[in-house]
């Protein structure tokens, strides 16, 4: 058919109001289908940006994230300005390193797991996550949440706690405010990270980052979890303050000989790692413990702490906390919840004995750390306002395979921190919801460069279809006509069929790859698919398969397994007896025309039963 198109009158001009509120930095993502591509593509919107550097980044950014394919050969940058996405993509095209500029080839059929990682006491600063306060407004709603949740439980605003007009006598210190403020920064973090579509399968939190673990995992409401680590944090200010804590560079052996005279006045805090081991308890004892450790050549480093926490000292609180945790109504963790108090998962219903528990013991994070790989988790995003617990996480778990992303960092821009890590998220294959990356900002669709096409000729020259030799093939006769026995079982039929028609390595490919997401299988390729399946069908049957099963049914399968199992029923022939030819030599020409033919036949009639369908 023909499209026609009619011109009525001009559009309308539009007047572009700046935005009130918007992000500092913007992430502009580009992909294409081969690493040549790639780099024609980068050039072509270099030299757009140079001729319209006055288009927003932040519409172009969004009309290319969200309009465009995501091809496997992947190119992130990170830019303020149309001008700065200008000079990073110079340096991708002159192949020069930047910071700001991130690019990898997509690994075909692998599916991260994704864990979330809650950061505990020590990592709180004044001012954590004011820029994304300011200027992201699902994060500032998340934030006033917990605010108003806490008002009845501190005496001072949250909010003034963390932006205070006065930051020389900062309250953020004092554990009585420290602990629900960590909470509130890293729920809504993580809030943030789920509009955008980034949803855990696993948390793990560390000591107060449990607390946040648990309430995303479903055990408990925001609202009672707030409860919960305010009224934690109020019992623990309220004790003496004459503990101490100290960071011992040695085995857990090492340390637990050291400590073992001591009895209850020194007891191992936290095992972050095989070698970073914390100690907590009376001051005195603490002292004595790390001169002698640093008699033996250890390294012992006090910690900056107001308690002895996860000591004994802790035991006077655990009364009345045991009171305000059995106020609280539990359920069972609907997502994997690794706990940092037994080091392994936590399928039940707990009760508020384990929040007592949870306050007095060891936080055995290296040991929850290590089931979290021995589950397979291999994406890992620190929920939090510094980028601490990833450092002990690797220390732990040395395989380089396992992707560590920050959410924020203390010395870099909020938004650099966090974009850093969607771009590297994205680079690898992550998928991200970029149109609720943008939902809370006004946007414009800009025209954008067109994808530059490596195209290549496949027409045979002149002539070639005359030159294939013609050799004598011998057909090994069949001792029972009435079955055929395959050389090749079904599943390798179906895994050496997909490589045939994607180009992939067969060795590569699996029964759990979906069709579309995990092999790329477009509409074409769908039917090419459906061709070759209906010759592995015995022949008697193909007519009766064709009618049960159609490309509209194949196009609804969700991976090659479940083809498998739609296929094996059709394996059995009748038994009618089929004509064999034996020891007949046939030219290869002639079986070549008739399986050409068949091939033919057999495409262009799906093609045309299944018109609709495409």
Known sequence: GTNAHIIIEESPSLTVTPAQIER?????????????????????????????????????????????????????????????????????????????????????????????????????YVGMGRQLYETQPTFRQALDQCDRALQPYLEESLLSVLYPTDETLPLLNQTAYTQPALFAIEYALCKLWQSWGIEPDAVVGHSVGEYVAACIAGVYSLEAGLKLIAQRGKLMQ??????????VFASVETVAEAIAPYQDKVTIATINSPGNVVISGIKSTVAAVQAELEARGIDVRPLKVSHAFHSAMMEPMLGEFKQVAREISYQKPHIDWISTVT??????????????????????????????????YDLIIE????????????????????????????????????????????????????????????????????????????????????????????????????????????????????????????QQLSLDMTLEGGLGLDSIMITQLMSGIIKLIPETQRESFRQAFSLRDLMQISNLRELLKI????????????????????PSETVLDQDYQDDNSDFVDILHSHLAVL
């Open 238 to 247: 309220a004790l003496p303050p004459n503990g101490a804590m100290a960071a």
């Open 383 to 506: 929920i939090g306002p510094h980028a601490v617990l990833t450092r002990l996480g690797k220390q732990t778990l040395t395989n380089s395979e396992i992707l560590w992303l920050p959410s924020l960092h203390r010395e870099q821009d909020d938004w650099q921190a966090i974009l850093q890590s969607v771009a590297t998220l994205s680079v690898h294959g992550v998928s991200i919801d970029w149109s609720g990356f943008d939902r809370d900002y006004v946007r414009r669709r800009q025209m954008l460069p067109t994808y530059p096409f490596q195209r290549q000729r496949y027409w045979l020259a002149e002539g070639e279809l005359n030159q294939r030799s013609v050799e004598a093939v011998e057909v090994t006769p069949i001792s029972d006509p009435a079955v055929i026995e395959s050389t090749e079982t079904l599943e390798t039929q179906i895994i050496s069929l997909i490589g045939e028609i994607t180009g992939l390595n067969p």
């Open 24 to 124: 500092t930095r913007h992430t502009l993502m580009l992909s294409a289908k081969s690493q040549p591509a790639l780099k024609a593509l980068a050039a072509r919107w270099e030299d757009y940006l140079r001729q319209n550097s006055q288009i927003n980044i932040a519409d172009l950014a969004f009309s290319a994230n969200t309009g465009r394919g995501n091809f496997n050969h992947r190119l992130a940058i990170l830019a303020e300005s149309t001008p700065e996405a200008t000079q990073h993509l110079a340096a991708f095209n002159k192949q020069q390193p930047s910071f700001n500029v991130l690019s990898k080839q997509v690994e075909k059929g692998k599916q991260r797991k994704i864990a979330f990682l809650f950061t505990g006491q020590g990592s709180q």
């Open 567 to 586: 296929l094996e029923p059709w394996q059995t022939l009748d038994s009618q007896p089929t004509a064999i030819v034996e020891n007949a030599v046939i």
């Open 343 to 376: 080091g392994a998962g936590i399928h039940q219903k707990v009760d508020g004995d384990y929040w007592c528990q949870q306050i007095r013991d060891c936080v055995k994070f290296a040991p929850a750390m290590e089931t979290l790989a021995g589950e397979g």
